[in-house]
């Protein structure tokens, strides 16, 4: 997991512009060296679980949406060495794509 290793700044997602991605705090992906993670967009916020595999890093998560419980999974790619996209996808709700740079 060291290439994904760190917090990276969501630049873009299918279904929310900026102001909501950045509403609470800056739109993030955080992944920790020990298989886990947080991220945090709009009113959402979570904690994962994470594993990878060849070509890409899966999850899956937990957390809030406006103090509702939330879960699910998602997965990300390295792009390039400071840019990854992925899609995270709600149980029984919505699914995004994003884009995120790494935050130095």
Known sequence: MNEFSGKW???DMELWNRDFIDLVERGHFTFEPNDSGSFAFGAVSGYMDC???KEQ???TFEGEDECDSI???GYVKL???DKIS???YFHQGDDSGFT???DE
Do not use: Q, Y
């Open 9 to 11: 700044l969501i630049v």
């Open 51 to 53: 594993m990878e595999n």
């Open 57 to 59: 890093l899966d999850f």
């Open 71 to 73: 879960s699910g999974r």
């Open 79 to 81: 792009t390039k060495e």
């Open 86 to 88: 992925g899609r995270i």
């Open 100 to 102: 995120a740079i790494r």
